[in-house]
C-alpha cells in the first residue's frame, strides 16, 4: 500500500500541484515506514519474532529497523526474511536428518534425494502448514526406504 503514496505524489507532481518538498514535508516517511511494519505479516514473521528471541521489546525492534532501513528497503524485507527462514529450515533439515553424511560421506542416498526430501519437507512445514515434528518425520520415513531400498 505504500506504493499508492508514491503514485499519489507523482500525480500531484504531473498535474502542477506543487514542488516535492512541500509534498515531502507532508508525506511523512517515518509514519509510512511505522504503518508498513505495524501491518499484521511484518508483526507476525519478523518483528514478533525476533523480539522474543532476543527479548528486545517490539516497539524499540521497530525503532531500529526504522533507522536503519530506507523505504526502499523496508518494503523488501518480508520477502527476504521468507527467504531466510526457508534456508535456514532447509539447513536444520540437513543437521536433523544427518543428509550430509549420508550422501557424502556414506553414499547411502544421492544429492538428488538429499535435494528431493529437502524440499518436500520445507515446502510442507513453509507452505501447507505442517508441524515441524511431523514433516521430520515423514522424512525420516523416505530416508529409512532409500537406505532399505539399497541394503536389499
Avoid: F
Amino acid at each position: 500500500m505504500a506504493g499508492a503514496g508514491w503514485i499519489c505524489i507523482s500525480l500531484v507532481l504531473r498535474m502542477g500541484g506543487g514542488d516535492m518538498k512541500s509534498i515531502a514535508k507532508s508525506y511523512d516517511l517515518t509514519e509510512m515506514k511505522r504503518w508498513k511494519l505495524k501491518s499484521y505479516r511484518y508483526q507476525k514473521d519478523v518483528i514478533e519474532p525476533l523480539a522474543k528471541l532476543y527479548k528486545i521489546p517490539k516497539e524499540k525492534l521497530e525503532n531500529c529497523i526504522m533507522e536503519k532501513l530506507d523505504m526502499a528497503g523496508l518494503m523488501g524485507i518480508h520477502s527476504r526474511a521468507e527467504q531466510n527462514w526457508s534456508a535456514c529450515l532447509e539447513k536444520k533439515v540437513d543437521l536433523d536428518l544427518r543428509l550430509t553424511l549420508l550422501c557424502d560421506a556414506l553414499n547411502l542416498i544421492s544429492e538428488e534425494d538429499v535435494a528431493e526430501i529437502t524440499k518436500d519437507l520445507v515446502e510442507s512445514v513453509v507452505w501447507s502448514g505442517k508441524p515441524y515434528e511431523k514433516a521430520l518425520e515423514a522424512a525420516k520415513d523416505v530416508v529409512r526406504e532409500r537406505i532399505r531400498g539399497i541394503l536389499k
